[in-house]
């Protein structure tokens, strides 16, 4: 029998959704079991972190899936935050992999935390990708059980239904931005950009949970988004094509091209997201420089 095609992006948002179901499930069996997974294995993943065994389990369950997938002849690499570049056989596809966003969130049981998965795809990707190159996109949230989804071209999508933000953001009667999603809200990077949070924002959030912050601004649920420091892109790939599917903006640092950010597992720039250009000059203010 003939391979398999590496299948369009609508059928790895399919295999996203079996991922996740994974996970899920490897979730419910440790709770059931009253297994640790919040417990630290010792070692570093290849993005820098400690590893939790709830982000081992979670990534091994995606493996599989992936494993699958290229049983039946999709050709592809895995970028994932504890394993690093895996080779399924094309750098010129490449799926981002964040085995649980938000994991500090959920070893202290916080509910915002997430499954993040992406597809980019191009001339040897995997290599020298940027986030343009993104064409579809889920990010599961763990907490409430809520999809999102994204297809380059296609749209948004919250749990299968049409999803399309707002406009424009919400303002106070001053003008500023009425709510904001703050992430890297380490107490120095806020503080750093006190100022411009104070010029600029009437509130804000701070979820611990960069995927589900910008699938916020895809839904209209916060005005903007910012990272006060550097984000890596398996964190924030998917997630930020549900923005620019949704109808908002994305910039990645502030040099000429918004969506000039490498795929791979530095942490380069911070990322901002809003509803409007006006919205999007704001966040891009915030983060300090």
């Not at 369009?8 to 490897?26: H, L, N, Q, S």
């Not at 699958?68 to 570049?85: C, P, Q, Y």
């Given at each position: 029998?003939?391979?398999?095609?590496?299948?369009?992006?609508?059928?790895?948002?399919?295999?996203?959704?079996?991922?996740?179901?994974?996970?899920?499930?490897?979730?419910?069996?440790?709770?059931?079991?009253?297994?640790?997974?919040?417990?630290?294995?010792?070692?570093?993943?290849?993005?820098?972190?400690?590893?939790?065994?709830?982000?081992?389990?979670?990534?091994?369950?995606?493996?599989?899936?992936?494993?699958?997938?290229?049983?039946?002849?999709?050709?592809?690499?895995?970028?994932?935050?504890?394993?690093?570049?895996?080779?399924?056989?094309?750098?010129?596809?490449?799926?981002?992999?964040?085995?649980?966003?938000?994991?500090?969130?959920?070893?202290?049981?916080?509910?915002?935390?997430?499954?993040?998965?992406?597809?980019?795809?191009?001339?040897?990707?995997?290599?020298r990708g940027t986030m343009a190159d993104v064409a579809c996109g889920l990010v599961a949230?763990?907490?409430?059980?809520?999809?999102?989804?994204?297809?380059?071209?296609?749209?948004?999508?919250?749990?299968?239904?049409?999803?399309?933000?707002?406009?424009?953001?919400?303002?106070?009667?001053?003008?500023?931005?009425?709510?904001?999603?703050?992430?890297?809200?380490?107490?120095?990077?806020?503080?750093?950009?006190?100022?411009?949070?104070?010029?600029?924002?009437?509130?804000?959030?701070?979820?611990?949970?960069?995927?589900?912050?910008?699938?916020?601004?895809?839904?209209?649920?916060?005005?903007?988004?910012?990272?006060?420091?550097?984000?890596?892109?398996?964190?924030?790939?998917?997630?930020?094509?549900?923005?620019?599917?949704?109808?908002?903006?994305?910039?990645?640092?502030?040099?000429?091209?918004?969506?000039?950010?490498?795929?791979?597992?530095?942490?380069?720039?911070?990322?901002?997201?809003?509803?409007?250009?006006?919205?999007?000059?704001?966040?891009?203010?915030?983060?300090?420089?």
């Amino acid at each position: 029998m003939a391979p398999s095609p590496t299948p369009a992006p609508e059928g790895w948002i399919t295999a996203f959704g079996r991922a996740a179901d994974a996970v899920v499930g490897v979730l419910h069996a440790a709770a059931e079991a009253g297994t640790a997974l919040t417990r630290e294995t010792g070692s570093r993943g290849a993005g820098g972190d400690r590893t939790l065994v709830i982000d081992a389990d979670a990534e091994a369950a995606i493996f599989d899936v992936l494993d699958g997938l290229h049983r039946d002849g999709a050709r592809f690499t895995a970028l994932s935050e504890e394993r690093g570049l895996v080779d399924y056989g094309s750098p010129d596809v490449l799926v981002l992999i964040d085995p649980i966003d938000g994991s500090t969130n959920a070893k202290r049981g916080l509910p915002h935390h997430a499954v993040s998965l992406a597809l980019a795809t191009g001339p040897d990707v995997a290599a020298r990708g940027t986030m343009a190159d993104v064409a579809c996109g889920l990010v599961a949230d763990l907490g409430s059980g809520e999809r999102w989804t994204a297809i380059r071209g296609a749209g948004a999508r919250l749990d299968g239904a049409p999803l399309r933000g707002p406009e424009r953001e919400r303002r106070s009667a001053d003008g500023r931005l009425e709510l904001v999603a703050i992430e890297s809200a380490d107490p120095r990077n806020v503080l750093a950009s006190g100022d411009a949070l104070a010029a600029s924002v009437h509130r804000l959030r701070a979820i611990g949970a960069l995927a589900l912050a910008l699938c916020w601004v895809g839904g209209g649920r916060v005005d903007a988004m910012a990272s006060l420091w550097r984000c890596r892109a398996i964190d924030v790939a998917a997630g930020q094509l549900v923005v620019r599917e949704s109808g908002g903006l994305v910039a990645f640092g502030d040099g000429p091209d918004p969506l000039a950010a490498p795929l791979d597992l530095e942490p380069h720039v911070p990322v901002v997201a809003a509803r409007s250009a006006e919205g999007l000059a704001d966040a891009r203010a915030l983060p300090a420089r």
